[in-house]
């Protein structure tokens, strides 16, 4: 394996602890990942020794609090690959705060009935249901790109389905399949029929390299807690014209220049987009989580969650042949380390049952992907899915919880 | 291990095999509910015969966990048969089972509900290892919630 | 005085700090507070022994931190005197979202052109800017209670203003010039005439008792980080009825029962209003701060803050007279922690910026609430808040710093 | 309390206390631009006469702190007489005396900028003390911004 997991695996607390008896193998990185100590302890200082509110204050603590917020911006833009961090990145709750954003604010302000917005069946919940919203208030059309039986974008309708949309918002990965989609492409394709595209990079960001500038998309969504970072934070990212050019989302302190009793009037991105207090400790807690992946390597993480993940299916497949499936695309390029398996005879409920017995954690069911679940013809899947912190024994781990599973339900 | 094996009773896991009672009776005139447990997608149809009080066939359709799938299947046995009354009480009894221990898990103030005759249970005292285990709770409730639901609309 | 405030002092770390070789002096609890080491002990192990996203896990730490995340909703709403906390109390990120989640919910589906919100001069933006955005878009009336001179509402055309509102949204302590509002008889009032009442306790829910169930309010709106809790949290909690009748806010995972590509089912409250990841450890971070508040009691840290207050006010009055103006009413009954200075021919500003020089924390500008600046007619004022870890010592240095002040720009 | 001694220099008090060129020209003919600091609601009115190029009369009005009332009445006074292209190259040598330490004290890996002649900049160098104040910079540039706004509104 190209990490030395072994050392890595200090960093993180929370793998030390042992359940019923055993190890913990955490195989539930696509849900949330684990934080390392370094982030934890950031969060601690910060409010051991800095905490106040941001903006606005003079005294010494309140402006470091200020200084640390803001500087949060440069980390997180710098890992986007982001031009204008200061004016472009923004903090939100979690991903689907910052799809609402976007529908909400840049959606009502370009789109009136009848306009098309372009997602495909593989979209988590976060990225369907505000769109369906806004279909269902302002009577926006919202298409679906299909998905081949090897879990890849069918791309065969692309251009007919932009034809005349106004936004293509895409995952980057999948969080049921893995598939890795060909961003850029879908960037030029959007682009070239007058159309944004808005990226979901919950499940991309925190294991594939991201370049928001070269990929050329124009925004960008994703979660502190899958990226090693706190929960209670999200980033949305735009690109500056965009952002300038779209009305507040959420009213409050912050977002203001003034306010009077007959009206407000919107501050600059990207305060414009954060009323109230904002997530501080969180802020502090991302750009550490973000600073330790960038120790080790974004392209690193990516390798060794695409050798785990090569080595995976193998087992898995030698061990098992038919008797189980693994949904979503073979390994290499386009597949990411997520893996959703269905047992045959077995519900992905007691598979994760079994599977906890012996230590190890997976997800079972629709992982807000019911669509795609349609599709695929399951009620639910048992879903393991690798960060940067496992290894091959996690695998081993995992393939005797299987087996122990299948002899309970022979 | 031993609280897994609790869970998964050798007459669980036949019934989850051997579902009993398993499809769906022409409805009407069969009372018929639809149960759905939006966290893992189980869903659970729910059609009986009443006549004269008794509930002369009852059948479950659906798909879930084998937890979901036995509940319902014993929850089928167990009230075929019956008369109303007696299925009431059952369903009383059953989800008195299940929520005893999800109050004493909260470490709750709520007073030790009534003691359980879990031999009055028979075949369904088996599924009380699933306490153990309070996000499957949810999967052994679903048919029977889904059968109270069946008699509330009826009216009967 | 009534608390033991040197002991208090020993669980909050912060305090230790010293700035510019002085003690630090944190009088800006009205902004953010400070929270106690186990508040920060109980997310530090929260990362370090269970974190994994809520519900649908079935593995023991997905378990336990679901178990965690519901169970605060307990602690909160037993705080809050909430009849049903399992389905009333909706975790937002702040108050300023649990505002907004009003106004689009609540707001979009029973209001329409021409219906009125009744608010006060007094709010703060939070509870301004989310209905002037329903004003511009649906074309609601909003209506202003007066302040009086000495800083208290003005209630004799209160009637008047109700006649045909719907919602009363009210501060229930103002965040400028401590005025706490007779929630009760506004409650009162605002039923008499068909309307609601949304309380703003953002202020109040950190140093005076609440009990939504005698005061007869109908929703209240609260952050964390105000009541010794962490950032990235707020409280919304609505009357089960009203909120069972409410459409969502925000769409995504978690608040859906079923997503199909035509459209989506939502799930009941409190799940319906929490889409996405919820902010989980600072749930567990927030029912630690309201257990150490409980601990201490509330009504005694409000008898300790009254205390302080009056002390203040009148060493104030003693030693700068007229020179110093204190905005807002006597101390008393109705007056809260919160003392908005004037200091004679000095700018607010630099008044902040030299009692930061003997490490006094206080916040200069207009708080958040520019109607009432412009009321007042300053520009800003120096604010100095107090929280349950400030005694007369605090008070001493805020005085040398003010002489010191007054001396420099004498 | 060193640095906070370097803040308030006497003669910004001075100019803060007694500020130079207060007031508003009537406008037209006078050019006039409205500056805002939304975080401490500082707002500073900027009317100036030019004529042939040069700048014949200037007038603030508006509120604020000692740094910001300060700098524009320093500011009035530096620039009153001189042409356009001096006042521009006061402006931007401002600008770079509280920028410089802006970057510096944000470690970033900008490149450091072209030395400044403090001697060059009179009075206001006395203001190169607020740079250690990062949330006073903004105080401090308020009115040289609006000033810049007011010549590029102008064309001129
Ligand atoms: C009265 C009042 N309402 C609302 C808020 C907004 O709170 P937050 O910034 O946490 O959303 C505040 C605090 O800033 C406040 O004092
Ligand atoms: C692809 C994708 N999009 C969006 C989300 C939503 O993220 P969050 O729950 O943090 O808002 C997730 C994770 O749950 C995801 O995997």
């Given amino acids: 394996m190209s990490l030395d997991v072994a050392t890595l695996r200090k960093d993180f607390p929370l793998l030390d602890r042992k359940v019923h008896d055993r190890r913990m193998v955490y195989l539930d990185s696509a849900a949330s990942s684990i934080p390392p100590q370094c982030v934890i302890d950031a969060m601690s200082t910060y409010y051991e020794t800095t905490h106040a509110n941001v903006h606005r204050g003079v005294y010494a603590t309140a402006e470091e609090a200020t200084r640390l917020y803001e500087h949060s911006r440069k980390v997180v833009g710098g890992f986007l690959g982001a031009p204008h961090p200061d004016e472009e990145i923004v903090f939100t709750k979690n991903t689907t705060e910052s799809i609402n954003l976007l529908a909400h604010s840049w959606g009502r302000k370009n789109l009136t009935a009848g306009d098309a917005v372009v997602v495909s069946i593989m979209e988590h919940h976060a990225n369907i249901v505000p769109w369906q ?213 077995v519900h992905a409920h007691d598979v994760a049952q079994i599977l906890d017995s012996v230590g190890v954690c997976v997800r079972p069911g629709h992982h807000c992907a019911k669509p795609l679940m349609r599709f695929l013809g399951v009620p639910a899947t048992a879903r393991a899915s690798f960060g940067l912190y496992n290894d091959t024994d996690d695998i081993e781990v995992l393939l005797e919880g299987l087996e122990a599973t299948a002899k309970l339900f022979a | 291990m031993a609280d897994l094996e609790e869970l998964y009773r050798e007459i669980i896991l036949d019934h989850y095999r051997s579902p009993r009672n398993r499809g769906e009776l022409a409805s009407p005139p069969a009372l018929r509910a639809e149960g759905f447990n939006p966290l893992c997608g189980d869903e659970i149809v729910v059609t009986l015969d ?107």
């Fill in chain 2, 50 to 156: 009443v006549n004269g009080g008794i509930v002369d066939d009852i059948k479950i359709a659906g798909q879930g966990c084998s937890i979901s799938q036995s509940s319902a299947s014993m929850m089928s046995a167990a009230v075929k048969g019956k008369n109303i009354s007696e299925v009431r009480k059952t369903i009383a009894t059953f989800k008195t089972l299940m929520s005893v221990h999800e109050a004493q898990l909260e470490e709750s103030d709520t007073p030790e509900p009534e003691p359980i005759d879990l031999n009055a249970l028979g075949e369904l005292a088996a599924l009380q290892g699933v306490v153990k285990f309070p996000v499957r709770i949810k999967c052994a409730t679903l048919s029977w919630n889904t059968l109270a639901q069946t008699l509330d609309d009826a009216g009967v």
């Fill in chain 1, 133 to 345: 919203m806004l279909a269902e208030e302002i009577g926006i059309e919202l298409r679906f790109l299909q998905v081949s039986d090897e879990g890849y974008l069918v791309l065969d309708d692309l251009d007919q389905l932009l034809e005349g949309a106004k936004l293509l918002s895409i995952t980057a990965m999948s969080n049921v399949l893995g598939t890795i989609n060909p961003i850029k492409e879908l960037a030029q394709a959007a682009h070239a029929h007058g159309a944004l595209i808005h990226v979901d990079g919950a499940q991309s960001v925190p294991h594939l390299p991201t370049d928001v500038a070269t990929s050329d998309i124009d925004f960008l969504s994703f979660s502190g807690h899958k990226v090693l970072g706190p929960t209670g934070i999200g980033v949305f990212w735009g690109r500056r014209d965009l952002l300038e050019a779209m009305p507040p989302f959420l009213g409050g302190g912050g977002m203001i220049l003034d306010v009077r009793t007959d009206g407000f009037l919107a501050a600059n991105p990207p305060q414009r987009f954060e009323a109230g207090t904002p997530p501080i400790a969180e802020a502090v807690g991302l750009s550490e989580a973000i600073r330790y992946i960038q120790g080790i390597g974004i392209d690193e993480i990516r390798t060794h969650e695409r050798e785990l993940t090569s080595t995976a299916l193998k087992a898995i497949d030698d061990q098992f042949g038919s008797r189980v499936i693994v949904h979503g695309p073979p390994a290499g390029d386009l597949r990411g380390g997520v893996l959703s398996l269905t047992l045959e005879g």
